[in-house]
């Protein structure tokens, strides 16, 4: 039971470059959810969902794509990444609306 | 608008002794409050919580406090360890709605042995 994982733990990019994060949850878990930690700022949530095939807009969408074709995997994507984007993005996941979230250990992002 | 903040970015105190760490917020309609604790390179893991209709949640050697009325909880660690040391986020929500976690910025606890 390895919880929720994080695909990759860093990654650099070029402004302009896009990139897919991946996260996976073997919990059966139905909401899942994408946040970013920033130096001085608390953990915002970016997109989260609620069932497979479900996504919805968070606090900081902005520049962000989601997709949820399954229901063990959320993913999230950057189209055209920005040095602004340049952060630390957790993945966790929830079984209901007001259960414990679990988190992934972190995806290490820098754009320069 | 940070609506849920912890205004002490670090804490120190001697192994044995109580850590009390703090989080003050702004909107009224929280209602669920949730302590994480985070270790580096480790995502934030659940350590307690406490739902507006309580005062008080005790969890071993956790207990959180929750002041509607001046809109403060705070943790409570005793006796502290130097496992304890780690990063402790305060978070929020309301029960209605989304789980739409609204963070602190995090205290950083050092525990001395």
């Known amino acids: 039971n390895a919880g929720v994982t994080q695909t990759p733990k860093f990654r650099v990019l070029k402004t302009g470059q896009s990139m897919t994060l991946l996260c996976a949850q073997d919990m059966n878990h139905e909401y899942m959810y994408w946040y970013r930690q920033d130096p001085g700022m608390g953990l915002r949530l970016i997109h989260y969902s609620v069932g497979e095939g479900t996504t919805a807009k968070g606090e900081v969408p902005d520049g962000y794509n989601v997709s949820r074709l399954k229901k063990q995997n959320f993913l999230l994507g950057l189209e055209s990444a920005a040095p602004s984007q340049t952060s630390v993005y957790f993945c966790?996941?929830?079984?209901?609306?007001?259960?414990?979230?679990?988190f992934g250990p972190g995806t290490r992002l820098t754009v320069l | 608008d940070q609506q849920v903040k912890q205004n002490s970015p670090s804490l120190s105190v001697q192994e044995g002794r109580i850590s009390i760490l703090n989080c003050d917020y702004t909107n009224s309609m929280f209602d669920y409050f949730l302590w994480y604790k985070k270790y580096p390179a480790e995502g934030p893991t659940f350590l307690i919580s406490?739902?507006?209709?309580?005062d008080k949640n005790e969890d071993g050697r956790f207990t959180v406090f929750l002041n509607k009325s001046a809109k403060h909880l705070s943790l409570h660690i005793v006796p502290s360890q130097p496992g304890d040391s780690a990063v402790y986020f305060c978070?929020?929500?309301?029960?209605?709605?989304?789980?739409?976690?609204?963070f602190g910025t995090g205290t950083r606890l050092t525990v001395i042995p």
């Open positions: 966790a996941s929830s079984q209901g609306w007001t259960d414990t979230q679990y």
């Open positions: 978070a929020a929500s309301g029960l209605t709605g989304a789980n739409n976690l609204f």
């Open positions: 406490i739902s507006s209709i309580k």
